[in-house]
């Protein structure tokens, strides 16, 4: 069965702090997607990226980065140097190639100037 | 990027009657679309799985009769909520896949009074 844990429910952090989004995931395929998704009070969800179970080369793109862990079964994604428009909830997802997406539960990030 | 609609974005019916959703792929052919359903300050979960020209497989615990889904071509998918009540009400988020990505729609918000 696949499954995505999202522990950290909510996150308050003060402009310019850097955050950390865990996600732990768990699966028996041995080629799998990881993604993050960010979801803004309109409800639309932002693909921030998407990573395959072969790469775990850390990625970053500007202020985000990810640090993908077949070891730990980790995808976690940091946020430097927050801003209020990082305020959303950002959720993990896994799934096999174009497959149905299995979510976690999400984390509500919220940045206060 | 590639492009998936919905339609209407947000709609307010009466409890008992029916609301049809549309999510269309405006610039590709979608070989699936997948249906999710969101509850406030949840999670997204997968409803139903349709391929075009055949049946939806819907998941565990979501009544077909009730949610009817088809998928006439390969740039649309319909989500029918028949006899609403108001445990209906949701975000409803498709998706389109077009064999290399999946594609989200920007989400309909249904309010059943």
């Known amino acids: 069965a696949q499954k995505v844990t999202q522990a950290q429910t909510e996150i308050s952090v003060v402009e310019k702090e850097d955050v950390t989004l865990d996600c732990v995931y768990e699966t028996r395929d041995t080629t799998y997607y990881l993604f993050w998704y960010k979801q803004p009070p309109s409800g639309e969800l932002v693909f921030l990226i998407r990573r395959n179970s072969f790469d775990e080369q850390n990625e970053i793109s500007g202020r985000y980065s990810w640090n993908f862990q077949k070891s730990t079964s980790s995808f976690n994604f940091t946020i430097t140097a927050s801003q209020v428009v990082d305020s959303a909830v950002y959720f993990c997802?896994?799934?096999?190639?174009?497959?149905?997406?299995?979510f976690g539960t999400g984390t509500r990030l919220q940045v206060f100037p | 990027g590639a492009v998936v609609s919905q339609h209407p974005s947000r709609v307010i019916c009466k409890s008992g009657t029916s609301v049809k959703i549309e999510c269309r792929s405006l610039d590709f052919q979608a070989t699936t679309m997948f249906w999710y359903r969101q509850f406030p300050k949840q999670s997204l979960m997968l409803m139903a799985t349709s391929n075009e020209g055949s049946k939806a497989t819907y998941e565990q615990g979501v009544e077909k009769d009730k949610f009817l889904i088809n998928h006439a071509s390969l740039t649309l998918s319909t989500l029918t909520v028949t006899s609403a009540h108001p445990e209906d009400s949701s975000f409803y988020i498709c998706?389109?896949?077009?064999?290399?990505?999946?594609?989200f729609g920007p989400g309909t918000r249904l309010t059943v009074t």
């Open positions: 997802a896994l799934s096999r190639w174009t497959d149905k997406l299995i």
């Open positions: 998706s389109a896949t077009d064999t290399y990505e999946q594609y």
